[in-house]
């Protein structure tokens, strides 16, 4: 008989079925019946199997909280509340019975403890949600960007290149460290395993713009990391990134992609993650749904960065950071802008040449450049974008200026030598997305795994 997944059998006619999955409680009557609550992770819903002790008795102490069991049965309208459709218990079969010390046992579980054992976190109520949330928004990505004619690229993970010019990135070696070759006293890493000194990316942008300027539209969606000592709740040091990379974009356009991409995901999530995304609603953020809805509905307010700037210094607000032209927007600016003074989603373009990488095109005069930043209500930045320097002798000085060696750029110079074309693109954070989306306060928990400084388990 072939296995049927809870989802399909909420609302499904009565006749014989298999399920199998995991006991989330078991409940025991004087009548002579136990009543399972059963889950097998493709849905939020459990479904209920009723099974007589004489039916089951001779597996009856191995079905305890965490066990993993088949059961095969009559599916039937429930007389309880909360469930339209029960099964009937006709056999069970146990494949791994669990111990009474089992760590998810019926009461609610803080995320700090759950993050200690990441390995059975995904059999909660919120974290199975979480990442069928997780994997909607990963498919509709994928649906996105294929029915407008974007060609999927996968982008190297460890790479020679530094895209933000930051340096905060992981080092790539096998060499021992211990003792490294050296020559005139300085490692020597023509020996290493590539020859040269290698990182872990943290962007596949500039890969990325080659094949722009080959298939027109791109997108890469992987892995990237940053070395960043940064303890919060916004930062992890490897999560998955979304960078379009577009021939022929302007800033513009650019901007547009990016709010019909959000505007897309968050309708495409709330049709068809409804069940989770109203347990979100209801016991993580009350005003999800309402938000999301509110971004759907509305055109994104477009704004410079002078007038962003301009808003803030008339605020009556108090900051924590000092709000002057030159310096960058904080999480408390973005939201306050968003929340507060539009009350909607928002789009700040034109920043300051000195803040932005060495990518990006200026603008008349050299002041700007011509970036923008997607800004959300309850989040700030979820996006962030530039139209790229397309003149060669531009982008060389721009690399000196910001103390670059072009040396190390060479290949990504002669994108500009031979047949350059204006193009633009755009990065979206795929796990700050998910956090926005389900509400959940430390990014940590909308990742499998999270990896953050001094933190590498499972």
Same mark, same amino acid.
């Given at each position: 008989?072939?296995?049927?997944?809870?989802?399909?059998?909420?609302?499904?006619?009565?006749?014989?079925?298999?399920?199998?999955?995991?006991?989330?409680?078991?409940?025991?009557?004087?009548?002579?019946?136990?009543?399972?609550?059963?889950?097998?992770?493709?849905?939020?819903?459990?479904?209920?199997?009723?099974?007589?002790?004489?039916?089951?008795?001779?597996?009856?102490?191995?079905?305890?909280?965490?066990?993993?069991?088949?059961?095969?049965?009559?599916?039937?309208?429930?007389?309880?509340?909360?469930?339209? #459709?029960?099964?009937?218990?006709?056999?069970?079969?146990?494949?791994?019975?669990?111990?009474?010390?089992?760590?998810?046992?019926?009461?609610?579980?803080?995320?700090?403890?759950?993050?200690?054992?990441?390995?059975?976190?995904?059999?909660?109520?919120?974290?199975?949600?979480?990442?069928?949330?997780?994997?909607?928004?990963?498919?509709?990505?994928?649906?996105?960007?294929?029915?407008?004619?974007?060609?999927?690229?996968?982008?190297?993970?460890?790479?020679?290149?530094?895209?933000?010019?930051?340096?905060?990135?992981?080092?790539?070696?096998?060499?021992?460290?211990?003792?490294?070759?050296?020559?005139?006293?300085?490692?020597?890493?023509?020996?290493?395993?590539?020859?040269?000194?290698?990182?872990?990316?943290?962007?596949?942008?500039?890969?990325?713009?080659?094949?722009?300027?080959?298939?027109?539209?791109?997108?890469?969606?992987?892995?990237?990391?940053?070395?960043?000592?940064?303890?919060?709740?916004?930062?992890?040091?490897?999560?998955?990134?979304?960078?379009?990379?577009?021939?022929?974009?302007?800033?513009?356009?650019?901007?547009?992609?990016?709010?019909?991409?959000?505007?897309?995901?968050?309708?495409?999530?709330?049709?068809?993650?409804?069940?989770?995304?109203?347990?979100?609603?209801?016991?993580?953020?009350?005003?999800?749904?309402?938000?999301?809805?509110?971004?759907?509905?509305?055109?994104?307010?477009?704004?410079?960065?002078?007038?962003?700037?301009?808003?803030?210094?008339?605020?009556?607000?108090?900051?924590?950071?000092?709000?002057?032209?030159?310096?960058?927007?904080?999480?408390?600016?973005?939201?306050?802008?968003?929340?507060?003074?539009?009350?909607?989603?928002?789009?700040?373009?034109?920043?300051?040449?000195?803040?932005?990488?060495?990518?990006?095109?200026?603008?008349?005069?050299?002041?700007?450049?011509?970036?923008?930043?997607?800004?959300?209500?309850?989040?700030?930045?979820?996006?962030?974008?530039?139209?790229?320097?397309?003149?060669?002798?531009?982008?060389?000085?721009?690399?000196?200026?910001?103390?670059?060696?072009?040396?190390?750029?060479?290949?990504?110079?002669?994108?500009?030598?031979?047949?350059?074309?204006?193009?633009?693109?755009?990065?979206?954070?795929?796990?700050?997305?998910?956090?926005?989306?389900?509400?959940?306060?430390?990014?940590?928990?909308?990742?499998?795994?999270? #990896?953050?400084?001094?933190?590498?388990?499972?």
């Amino acid at each position: 008989m072939t296995r049927t997944k809870i989802k399909d059998l909420i609302h499904g006619e009565e006749r014989e079925v298999l399920v199998k999955g995991w006991v989330k409680t078991r409940r025991d009557s004087k009548g002579g019946f136990s009543f399972l609550q059963i889950n097998d992770g493709s849905c939020f819903a459990d479904i209920q199997v009723v099974a007589e002790h004489s039916r089951y008795a001779s597996v009856e102490k191995q079905v305890t909280t965490g066990s993993c069991v088949s059961v095969r049965g009559k599916l039937v309208a429930s007389e309880g509340k909360g469930q339209s #459709r029960e099964i009937q218990a006709a056999e069970i079969h146990v494949y791994g019975s669990s111990p009474v010390d089992y760590p998810l046992q019926k009461k609610r579980h803080s995320f700090e403890f759950l993050r200690e054992i990441a390995h059975l976190r995904p059999r909660t109520n919120t974290f199975g949600a979480v990442m069928r949330v997780r994997n909607r928004l990963a498919f509709s990505i994928h649906r996105f960007f294929q029915a407008r004619g974007f060609i999927y690229l996968n982008t190297p993970i460890v790479t020679t290149s530094d895209c933000e010019g930051a340096g905060k990135m992981f080092q790539v070696t096998t060499m021992d460290m211990s003792n490294p070759p050296r020559v005139n006293g300085e490692i020597d890493f023509s020996r290493d395993f590539f020859g040269e000194k290698t990182f872990l990316t943290v962007s596949g942008q500039l890969e990325g713009e080659i094949y722009a300027m080959a298939l027109a539209e791109i997108y890469t969606f992987g892995p990237t990391f940053r070395a960043e000592n940064s303890n919060t709740s916004r930062h992890l040091s490897e999560f998955w990134m979304v960078e379009p990379e577009m021939a022929f974009y302007d800033l513009d356009e650019d901007m547009d992609l990016a709010e019909k991409f959000i505007k897309f995901l968050l309708s495409d999530v709330m049709e068809h993650c409804a069940e989770d995304m109203e347990f979100f609603n209801t016991r993580i953020d009350t005003t999800i749904l309402a938000t999301m809805k509110n971004i759907i509905d509305n055109q994104f307010e477009r704004l410079t960065y002078t007038d962003a700037i301009h808003q803030l210094q008339k605020s009556p607000e108090a900051f924590t950071y000092p709000v002057e032209w030159g310096s960058a927007l904080q999480a408390e600016h973005e939201r306050y802008l968003s929340e507060k003074v539009f009350k909607k989603p928002i789009i700040v373009f034109n920043y300051p040449e000195p803040i932005k990488p060495f990518y990006m095109k200026l603008n008349d005069g050299g002041e700007t450049v011509l970036a923008m930043d997607v800004l959300l209500p309850n989040l700030g930045e979820i996006i962030g974008g530039s139209q790229r320097e397309e003149n060669y002798e531009m982008l060389l000085q721009r690399m000196r200026d910001k103390n670059l060696n072009p040396e190390e750029y060479w290949w990504y110079l002669d994108l500009r030598k031979f047949g350059s074309a204006p193009h633009s693109g755009f990065g979206l954070g795929f796990e700050r997305l998910v956090q926005f989306v389900t509400g959940m306060g430390n990014i940590r928990d909308v990742i499998p795994f999270p #990896r953050t400084p001094k933190h590498a388990k499972f």
